[in-house]
């Protein structure tokens, strides 16, 4: 680092009290590793609505819809089509030259890329669906397989037919035969290349597990990222194997009733409450399952079309309550060109969209007839509950006691639904509720808002550095600010793969780990930073991901961190390939190390991220990695501004579009997974200051957001310069002790 720029670090805050946290528990099965579908996927599906006539213009109709009625600004973005776009004959499927299905011409007149291009062109993003097996056509006709000598009769097994919904006459794949792969392969890559974003493989039983390996196995070699949907009604003794190899999995039959008066009971209602109820078992037996990377679907969401779905408003809401409680894919199957202004309103509450996206599947803790309490705990400590009458007839009151919730004493309540503030609530809360109402609540425990108010923790943990600018003693800035946690800089390469303080100091045995043992005692705790803008940086002196992994996991192990900050800049900064490796360690030490809280820190812009902090969230996103907390460093912005606060606020509005736009988070996860890392008094610019009203400025904005971090650099520096003063131990401006720490320290998340 230079002298004063030594850049912030910024910590896994413990997420915001109106935000979303995210998942901080271990699941029994390893998800999907192929970087997709961190959160649940959220869009619109053809087959409710559309059913068996899907057409070009059809789709691109409510492609339109979701972008003009502002719903994929909340983030359903996904434009699915479902069946019934192939052609077929009398033997099933017509298939092109190399087996594969054709699609009907009469429906998707410019094929199926003119259409994925449309949707793209909106800003959305395109999914298709297939089914397991080749088709009898393709063995008929003996067609090549793409790119290989092989043919079709090489790999069919014509004693078995699979199950398919539209054509049939579908024959099982041998997957021992050479060839089978390849046929698979080549289909995903034609997938790739019409731009396909999602692809749902139907029809799955235990028996196509060689098929689901051999999906999985192909999307990820397809050269795009493939969101992997697997459907229906998937039997649970196979989750874990669901779950390693694809991103959701449909946990039950259609939810659709098929009681309309179309065709095969096509048209209103598409649904009624039995099938949608039926889902509240389905939902407690898999919630084990659920976690990111993969996920629990429940079926579409039928909410768009009012009372004409099928459904009471009532209904609906809880229909919305129990798809966000388990954290299930939110994939609408209405129809978006007649949206509903009730069920809109219900679609665009950004606070029940973030019970879903907050990578939590609750769990049930009441089931007594009708009345029914599910339950979730978040990273912030605090929990979300949901009071539900599953009945149709009759009011029920529905109750349920904190300590069943997990916690005693007292709770402060917040209606998720209206987003009123009901108070305090000692012991039990109960809800009387009509026939299939919700009460969806999210409760802070007061003890520990009490502790959080009295001890800033993860969200502001000041920057101190140990190995120069003659640092305070902790313990003593404990006392005089009322700080608990502290991020302490910085950890670098002894030259090897191999962490150090400074890259000199060992990790253990020294006063750096005096000084953290001081901190514990007193009641406190730590976030390390490893980084900085100078020293040799591991994610350059260690070779691959897994090594720097290693690396980063002895700093974890030497102090049991519960978070872990990367300060990243200079070389490690501006190199692609060290970027990326930074990236896929990470995710190595978030799924070895259940509930660590990761960090990312880098510099800005006064709009924002630059490219290459652009490229760094989307490489993130792209990879999986889940990361907790993006932190910029607002300052350095040159021509000597004295309006550091408003240009702060400012480059935190433009890290957020990013981070929404690259994970598909609501406007509120985004605020909570931002942070801000200022730099008090005098910067390394000429003439630019960051003043305690600024500071103040970055509070206001931190309080009305609740955006994950609000930190600084640094504790060494909060305190007025005496003759001759160092730049690294003191502002440069005039202040009394730690005036900028005491404005950041009222800030609770």
Aim: proline content about 4%; charged content about 20%; overall charge neutral.
């Amino acid at each position: 680092m230079t002298p004063i720029r030594a850049l912030t670090v910024a910590a896994a805050a413990l997420l915001a009290a109106s935000a979303v946290p995210l998942v901080g528990t271990a699941h029994p099965a390893a998800a999907s590793d192929n970087g997709l579908s961190v959160r649940p996927a959220m869009g619109w599906s053809s087959w409710s609505y559309v059913r068996r006539q899907p057409t070009a213009a059809k789709i691109e109709a409510q492609a339109d819809a979701l972008a003009a009625s502002g719903l994929k600004d909340h983030g359903f973005v996904y434009v699915n089509l479902d069946d019934f776009y192939q052609k077929c004959d009398s033997n099933g499927f017509t298939v092109d030259s190399y087996g594969r299905w054709a699609v009907d011409p009469a429906k998707f007149p410019d094929g199926i890329k003119a259409v994925a291009d449309y949707v793209h062109a909106k800003g959305l993003k395109f999914g298709f669906y297939v089914t397991p097996g080749i088709a009898k056509n393709a063995v008929t006709k003996n067609t090549p397989i793409e790119g290989t000598s092989y043919h079709a009769k090489d790999i069919a097994d014509t004693s078995k037919t699979e199950k398919n919904y539209n054509c049939k006459n579908m024959y099982y794949i041998d997957y021992s035969k050479p060839g089978a792969q390849e046929f698979v392969d080549s289909w995903a890559r034609q997938f790739a290349s019409w731009g396909v974003d999602y692809l749902k493989i139907d029809g799955v039983g235990s028996q196509d597990i060689p098929d689901v390996q051999a999906w999985s196995k192909a999307l990820r070699a397809s050269g795009r990222p493939i969101n992997f949907a697997l459907s229906n009604n998937l039997p649970i003794a196979d989750a874990p194997t669901w779950k390693s190899l694809a991103n959701s999995w449909r946990t039950q039959g259609d939810v659709e009733c098929y009681c309309g008066p179309g065709d095969n009971g096509s048209g209103y209602p598409l649904t009624d409450w039995s099938h949608v109820s039926a889902r509240f078992n389905t939902a407690a037996n898999w919630q084990q399952y659920a976690g990111p990377g993969g996920w629990n679907d429940l079926d579409s969401l039928e909410i768009g079309n009012g009372d004409q779905v099928g459904l009471t408003a009532d209904q609906r809401r809880s229909h919305f309550t129990l798809w966000a409680m388990a954290a299930a894919p939110l994939l609408l199957g209405t129809d978006l060109t007649h949206l509903d202004t009730v069920d809109k309103a219900m679609l665009t509450n950004d606070r029940l969209i973030g019970v879903d996206q907050d990578g939590v599947a609750a769990k049930r803790i009441v089931n007594s007839g009708v009345k029914q309490v599910w339950s979730k705990k978040e990273a912030d400590g605090q929990y979300v509950v949901a009071l539900f009458n599953t009945g149709t007839s009759g009011n029920a009151t529905v109750s349920v006691d904190w300590s069943q919730v997990g916690f005693s004493g007292s709770g402060d309540v917040t209606d998720l639904w209206s987003g009123s503030h009901k108070g305090t609530v000692a012991g039990t809360y109960s809800a009387t509720l009509r026939p299939g109402e919700t009460r969806l609540i999210r409760v802070k425990p007061v003890n520990s808002l009490t502790a959080a108010a009295a001890s800033p923790g993860f969200a502001v943990a000041p920057y101190e550095y140990l190995g120069w600018g003659s640092p305070q003693n902790p313990t003593s800035v404990m006392s005089a600010t009322g700080v608990k946690w502290f991020t302490l800089a910085f950890v670098l390469s002894d030259g090897t793969c191999n962490p150090k303080w400074d890259g000199s100091r060992a990790l253990t045995g020294g006063d750096d780990q005096s000084k953290i043992n001081a901190i514990r005692a007193a009641g406190g705790d730590v976030i390390v930073s490893v980084g900085g803008w100078s020293g040799n940086k591991l994610g350059e002196k260690c070779s691959s991901a897994s090594a720097l992994a290693g690396a980063y996991q002895k700093v974890v192990n030497a102090y049991r961190l519960k978070a872990l900050d990367i300060d990243i800049e200079n070389t490690e900064w501006s190199n692609a390939t060290v970027r990326q490796r930074v990236v896929d360690a990470l995710k190595t030490v978030k799924a070895d190390n259940p509930g660590l809280k990761t960090v990312i820190t880098f510099g800005t812009t006064s709009s924002g991220p630059d490219s290459t902090g652009v490229d760094m969230i989307k490489r993130a996103a792209n990879s999986g990695l889940a990361n907790d907390v993006w932190c910029i460093m607002p300052f350095d912005f040159g021509g000597g501004s004295t309006t550091m606060g408003s240009l702060t606020t400012k480059a935190m509005e433009g890290l957020k579009a990013q981070v929404k736009s690259a994970y598909g988070y609501s406007d509120t996860t985004a605020y909570a997974h931002i942070g801000l890392s200022s730099m008090n008094g005098r910067t390394d610019d000429s003439g630019e200051r960051v003043r305690v009203a600024d500071f103040k400025t970055m509070l206001a904005y931190a309080q009305q957001h609740h955006i994950g971090r609000l930190t600084y650099w640094s504790v060494n520096r909060d305190r007025a310069c005496g003759s001759g003063g160092d730049g690294d131990a003191c502002s440069g401006v005039s202040q009394q002790p730690y005036d900028y720490l005491k404005v950041f320290a009222q800030y609770t998340g």
